[in-house]
């Protein structure tokens, strides 16, 4: 309810705001399962995109946002709840099996979910190799990965600030990549690495960052 409520006046409030520069939106399944996995360079990144694509897009946030006390603590949860966040305990030794869940559940009634393979946010602005999570997903419910790319959005909300800024963001959408009866015969470890890499090198070229070659640790902030 509250996303039918608060999308609808964010969505383009902001576009006519800030006026991301989007291409490949079409290459966004309007209906259907779907993952979308992008790159992660500043905690904007999940609002970002759920304001670009014309469908709702579901991404993963920690708990606490959803937990505050008093006017604050409402208005803080309605925002989150109405731009399509999902709450996550990070800190729970069961938190990477919980959001597999969760993602799977999502894209099993049709919808989109979010996902940054990295991990975290990249810190220098390398991009770092991708974790499996999103392959999993992909592989066990059979819904397509669409590689997300994203320029400048670490300008948009430096870390430290609480307020964004007015500059231009870049939001590249790929073409999907399906996977859906493409492994059989492949051992499951085998076929999520190959995915995972193959989404990672379209996310390279759609965001044109430097490779790291190496996993990104999580972000103290993160």
Avoid at 4 to 15: C, D, F, I, N, R
Avoid at 43 to 71: C, M, Q, T
Avoid at 162 to 187: C, I, M, Q, S
Wanted: cysteine-free.
């Amino acid at each position: 309810m509250l996303y039918g409520l608060v999308h609808p006046v964010v969505a383009p409030l902001a576009k006519a705001i800030w006026r991301p520069e989007v291409t490949g939106l079409e290459n966004v399944p309007a209906t259907g399962g779907v993952i979308l996995a992008s790159n992660h360079l500043s905690f904007v990144d999940s609002v970002v995109i759920p304001v670009v694509v014309p469908r709702r897009v579901a991404f993963l946030a920690k708990k606490d946002y959803f937990e505050g006390r008093g006017v604050k603590g409402l208005l803080t949860r309605a925002w989150f709840e109405g731009i399509g966040m999902l709450p996550v305990d990070r800190d729970d030794p069961q938190a990477a099996i919980n959001s597999l869940e969760t993602a799977l559940a999502v894209v099993g009634r049709g919808d989109a979910f979010g996902i940054y393979p990295e991990g975290t946010r990249s810190r220098d602005g390398r991009l770092y190799r991708g974790r499996t999570g999103a392959a999993h997903v992909a592989l066990t419910a059979g819904v397509p990965i669409v590689p997300v790319g994203l320029r400048g959005t670490e300008d948009l909300m430096p870390v430290g600030t609480n307020r964004p800024r007015l500059v231009t963001v870049h939001v590249a959408f790929g073409e999907p990549l399906h996977v859906a009866g493409r492994f059989d015969g492949v051992p499951l470890g085998r076929a999520r690495r190959i995915v995972t890499d193959e989404v990672m090198a379209a996310i390279a070229r759609l965001s044109g960052q430097e490779v790291a070659g190496s996993y990104n640790d999580r972000a103290p902030d993160a």
